[in-house]
Structure formats: C-alpha cells, structure tokens
C-alpha cells in the first residue's frame, strides 16, 4: 500500500481477501518472504504468519545512465 494510505487498514483488507481466497481454493499454507524491518511485518504476524528463519537479502539495482 502506497505511504499516502498507509494506516486505513487497507493492507489487512487486502490480505485477508487473498488468504480468504486461499482457503476457498484449497490452498493449505500461504508464505511470505519479506525484507527486515518491513512496516507492515505487525501485519503479517497478526494474520498468523511465523518468522521461520531468516537469511541475507541481496538487491540489484539498474544501473542509472
């Protein structure tokens, strides 16, 4: 969710249609994999989710002209 509409529970809205949807299909399990420090990580944790481990990101970025 784009910072201007952060904080209106759009994020927990939109997550719990798509685990919704999920579970209507017969999905079993959902995973995120998501950078450290990640705003919406309260988001994650309070829709069940688990940090399982953690592991070392690397970004590539394009290179500017």
Do not use: I, M
Request: proline residues 6%; contains cysteine.
């Amino acid at each position: 969710v784009v910072p201007e509409h952060q904080q209106r529970g759009l994020g927990q809205h939109f997550l719990n249609r798509l685990l919704t949807t999920f579970e209507n299909d017969g999905l079993e399990f959902a995973a995120l994999c998501v950078t450290s420090g990640n705003n919406a990580s309260h988001l994650y944790h309070n829709a069940g989710f688990e940090t399982l481990r953690g592991f070392p990101v690397y970004f590539r970025t394009p290179s500017l002209p």
